[in-house]
C-alpha cells in the first residue's frame, strides 16, 4: 500500500501563498496520477486538482482554477500544490491520494479509499 505524507500547510492571510508537498512511498508513484483533496470542518471531502502520471496533463476543480497549480517530480516521488490568492473558505485539511479510484479526469470514489494519510491543515484568515 502506497505512504502518504502530507506536508506544507499553515496559517496564512487571505491573498496569501502556500506550497504543500506529498511525499509517497511504498509504490510505483511514476505509473499513476496523484490528486489533491480538502476537507473542511463538517463538509465532505472534496477533489481539488490532480495530475497525469507524466505531468501533463492537469485538473482543477472550479473553485480553484486559474489559483492553485499541481506538479509533480517523480525522481522524488512528491506530488506538490501551490496555492495563490488563498481565500478563508480554503480553510481545511489537505491530503492527497493516489488513482486507486480514479474514474476519469477530476473524477474520484473519494468514499472508497480506506486509507488517508494525517493530512495538513491549511488556515486563511480574513
Known amino acids: 500500500q502506497v505512504q502518504l505524507v502530507e506536508s506544507g500547510g499553515g496559517l496564512v492571510q487571505a491573498g496569501g501563498s502556500l506550497r504543500l508537498s506529498c511525499a509517497a512511498s511504498g509504490g510505483t508513484f511514476s505509473s499513476y496520477a496523484m490528486g489533491w483533496f480538502r476537507q473542511a470542518p463538517g463538509k465532505e471531502r472534496e477533489f481539488v486538482a490532480d495530475i497525469s502520471w507524466s505531468g501533463y496533463s492537469t485538473y482543477y476543480a472550479d473553485s480553484v482554477k486559474g489559483r492553485f497549480t499541481i506538479s509533480r517530480d517523480n525522481a522524488k516521488n512528491t506530488v506538490y500544490l501551490q496555492m495563490n490568492s488563498l481565500k478563508p473558505d480554503g480553510s481545511a485539511v489537505y491530503s492527497c491520494?493516489?488513482?486507486?479510484?480514479?474514474?476519469?479526469?477530476?473524477?474520484?470514489?473519494?468514499?472508497?479509499?480506506?486509507?488517508w494519510g494525517q493530512g495538513t491543515q491549511v488556515t486563511v484568515s480574513s
Open positions: 491520494q493516489d488513482d486507486e479510484h480514479r474514474y476519469g479526469s477530476s473524477q474520484y470514489r473519494i468514499r472508497d479509499y480506506d486509507y
